[in-house]
């Protein structure tokens, strides 16, 4: 298998999403979940998702559709459309999954895949973290991450203009 198609094929979509979390299951892994835009991929998002891959032995990632994006952001976003997103966050080693998303929050996937684990950046409170009731009745955990102070997509798209 090419190693495009290794990316590509870490980018789940349909009846694929629940074949793995049956595998996962299957196999005992602990599952991270988390999401975002990820509209422009920079070294705080790596440090994030790298540390949050820490957690368990799967880690997910929801990411949300161009559609979604500019219903959340507005008109001019997302940077990158999501296909260019996807295969960004496919392909780094420590990303297990890729999931797209239509909705503008991911209650409806996190209650698909059912994480062991929850995770968000520090900048929410732990009780503003949508799916944190579904996660904590399952008997999963709820955990925020420090962010790397300085990098932000608004911050580089600011610096752009």
């Given at each position: 298998?090419?190693?495009k198609?290794?990316i590509?094929?870490?980018?789940?979509?349909?009846?694929?999403i629940d074949?793995m979390l049956?595998y996962w299951s299957f196999?005992?892994?602990?599952i991270v979940f988390t999401?975002?835009?990820?509209d422009?991929l920079?070294?705080?998002?790596?440090?994030f998702?790298?540390?949050a891959?820490?957690?368990?032995d799967?880690?997910?990632?929801?990411?949300?559709t161009?559609?979604?994006?500019s219903?959340?952001?507005?008109?001019?976003?997302?940077m990158l459309?999501q296909?260019s997103r996807?295969?960004?966050?496919?392909?780094?080693?420590?990303v297990?999954a890729v999931?797209?998303?239509?909705q503008e929050?991911p209650?409806e996937?996190?209650?698909q895949v059912?994480?062991?684990i929850?995770v968000k950046g520090?900048?929410y409170k732990?009780?503003?973290i949508?799916g944190?009731e579904?996660?904590?009745?399952?008997g999963?955990k709820v955990?925020?991450?420090?962010?790397?102070?300085?990098?932000?997509?608004?911050?580089?798209?600011?610096?752009?203009?």
């Amino acid at each position: 298998m090419s190693k495009k198609n290794i990316i590509e094929s870490k980018i789940l979509k349909g009846e694929q999403i629940d074949r793995m979390l049956a595998y996962w299951s299957f196999r005992d892994y602990s599952i991270v979940f988390t999401n975002g835009c990820f509209d422009i991929l920079h070294k705080g998002h790596l440090d994030f998702l790298a540390r949050a891959s820490d957690l368990g032995d799967v880690l997910v990632v929801g990411l949300n559709t161009d559609r979604s994006i500019s219903a959340i952001k507005g008109r001019g976003r997302p940077m990158l459309d999501q296909k260019s997103r996807t295969l960004l966050l496919a392909s780094l080693s420590f990303v297990t999954a890729v999931i797209l998303f239509d909705q503008e929050t991911p209650v409806e996937l996190i209650r698909q895949v059912r994480p062991d684990i929850l995770v968000k950046g520090s900048d929410y409170k732990l009780e503003e973290i949508v799916g944190r009731e579904i996660v904590t009745e399952m008997g999963g955990k709820v955990f925020t991450l420090d962010i790397v102070k300085g990098y932000s997509t608004s911050s580089i798209i600011q610096g752009l203009r």
